[in-house]
T-cell receptor, first 116, second 108 residues
Framework: DAGITQSPRYKITETGRQVTLMCHQT?????MFWYRQDLGHGLRLIYY???????DKGEVPDGYVVSRSKTENFPLTLESATRSQTSVYFC???????????????FGPGTRLTVL | GIQVEQSPPDLILQEGANSTLRCNFS?????LQWFHQNPWGQLINLFY???GTKQNGRLSATTVATERYSLLYISSSQTTDSGVYFC??????????FGTGTRLTVIP
């Protein structure tokens, strides 16, 4: 059981280029999330999705685009990369239970992105 | 969003020592998780603990939801415990709000 995977694990790109980070989960979780981790800020939410074709902005969405055509995939695209988007990006998933209220999130291994 | 404060920010321990990490949060939550980020950057789920007490080996956690804090206890620390410990909280099915972490260094 692969769980949640991200690709690539490392990426170097140049300012202005388009970059897509991939996230895939095998649990059929309804919810998926993209976070970025920067020194001094902890992890902050970029976008999330409650189900296929349903996405919403998080705390720091500017410069990013997401889509979710299939439950298991949640790609994150930087349309025109900037140096300020150099960061470590984490994808997460969870299955929210309306009955129990449980919504434990599980994280992928992360993608380290450098924008030159 | 919900404010999450963790203390101490840094902690250095001798192997075998015990420690307590604290997490305070600003609002009622229905999700509280503790993570360990290892030196390779992976986020490892330690506890899902919106209330009550749980134990897993040398680690245990307690959340007092009414007073808006959680504690993570590490006993008989080992060098492999080194890394950053994050507390994160959420309401409903929403995203987690993270603290800035406690960096633990365990010295042999």
């Amino acid at each position: 059981d692969a769980g949640i995977t991200q690709s690539p694990r490392y990426k170097i790109t140049e300012t202005g280029r388009q970059v897509t980070l991939m996230c895939h989960q095998t649990w059929s979780h309804s919810y998926m999330f993209w976070y970025r981790q920067d020194l001094g800020h902890g992890l902050r939410l970029i976008y999330y999705s409650a189900a296929a074709d349903i996405t919403d902005k998080g705390e720091v969405p500017d410069g990013y685009v997401v889509s979710r055509s299939k439950t298991e995939n949640f790609p994150l695209t930087l349309e025109s990369a900037t140096r300020s988007q150099t960061s470590v990006y984490f994808c997460a998933s969870s299955e929210y239970s309306g009955t129990s209220g449980r919504n434990e999130q599980f994280f992928g291994p992360g993608t380290r992105l450098t924008v030159l | 969003g919900i404010q999450v404060e963790q203390s101490p920010p840094d902690l250095i321990l001798q192997e075998g020592a015990n420690s307590t990490l604290r997490c305070n949060f600003s609002d009622s939550v229905n999700n509280l998780q503790w993570f360990h980020q290892n030196p390779w950057g992976q986020l490892i789920n330690l506890f899902y603990i919106p209330s009550g007490t749980k134990q897993n080996g040398r680690l245990s956690a307690t959340t007092v939801a009414t007073e808006r804090y959680s504690l993570l206890y590490i006993s008989s620390s080992q060098t492999t415990d080194s890394g950053v410990y994050f507390c994160a909280v959420a309401t409903g099915a929403n995203n987690l709000f993270f603290g800035t972490g406690t960096r633990l260094t365990v010295i042999p």
